[in-house]
């Protein structure tokens, strides 16, 4: 399985990014997918996933920010981040989870992407 990701960047605070992962080797909507991230000195933490159903979950602290989403046809994972706040600023991760349902905590069986970095300015 290969992910590559691109979207990260710099933005103000309320600004807004979107990032892709683009999905290699294998249809993305197989498997659970997610985004996490990860702060400098703290660990990864999950940010939103998305079954093979479709269906989402979210942190509390990006619910009605963030939104993530898949493109089937695309074979691609996004994560829409609107209104973005300084606590955003991490690098971002997309994985690909073994199974169907993906959990929001690194548990040692999703693939990762190389990850892009994400800098929400006050």
């Known amino acids: 399985v290969h992910l590559q990701q691109s979207g990260g960047g710099s933005v103000q605070s309320g600004g807004s990014l979107k990032l892709s992962c683009s999905v290699a080797?294998?249809?993305?909507?197989?498997?659970?997918m997610a985004w996490f991230r990860q702060a400098p000195g703290k660990g990864r933490e999950g940010v939103a996933t998305?079954?093979?159903?479709?269906?989402?979950t979210y942190a509390d602290s990006v619910k009605g920010r963030l939104t993530i989403s898949r493109d089937n046809a695309r074979n691609t994972l996004y994560l829409q981040m609107d209104r973005m706040k300084p606590e955003d600023t991490a690098m971002y991760y997309c994985?690909?989870?073994?199974?169907?349902?993906?959990?929001?905590?690194?548990?040692?069986?999703?693939?990762w992407g190389p990850g892009t970095q994400v800098t929400v300015s006050s």
């Open positions: 994985g690909r989870y073994f199974g169907r349902l993906c959990p929001d905590r690194d548990d040692g069986f999703y693939d």
């Open positions: 080797g294998v249809q993305a909507s197989d498997r659970g």
């Open positions: 998305i079954d093979s159903a479709g269906l989402t």
